[in-house]
């Protein structure tokens, strides 16, 4: 059974920064992209930032970057999502969720629509960040 577990919301400050983790088991770690997705209150899921596992190739979407960083811990089967001078728009549940790379095609098409589309095939339960002003 695959499983994502996400990890390490909570309430900061504005400003302030927060690590999240996503911790996965069931599947083969090196044969996926995990993303990050968030849905606040009244808003549409957004994608965030993904990593393709393999290679270490990261993709941001265009509000957070500069802010948000994603890595991989492939001894752990683990993916991490730091958030650095969070503002109260990033406010949200943060989501990880995996999808499986595909053989042919480049990584940053592929990525691309993953965080545009949020078509994944695994799913793990939500965790939340507030962000006070």
């Known amino acids: 059974e695959v499983q994502l577990q996400a990890s390490g919301g909570g309430l900061v400050q504005a400003g302030g920064s927060l690590r999240l983790s996503c911790a996965t088991s069931?599947?083969?770690?090196?044969?996926?992209?995990i993303g990050w997705f968030r849905q606040a209150p009244g808003k549409e899921r957004e994608g965030v930032a993904c990593?393709?596992?393999?290679?270490?190739?990261?993709y941001y979407s265009e509000s957070v970057l500069g802010r948000v960083a994603i890595s991989s811990d492939n001894a752990q089967d683990t993916v991490h999502l730091t958030m650095n001078k969070l503002q109260t728009e990033d406010t949200a549940v943060y989501y990880c969720?995996?999808?499986?790379?595909?053989?042919?095609?480049?990584?940053?098409?592929?990525?691309?629509?993953?965080?545009?589309?949020?078509?994944?095939?695994?799913w793990g339960k939500g965790t939340l960040v507030t962000v006070s002003s």
């Open positions: 069931g599947l083969t770690f090196d044969d996926y992209a």
């Open positions: 969720a995996a999808r499986k790379v595909p053989l042919i095609g480049t990584h940053y098409f592929f990525a691309k629509g993953l965080l545009r589309d949020a078509v994944m095939d695994f």
């Open positions: 990593i393709i596992t393999k290679d270490g190739g990261s």
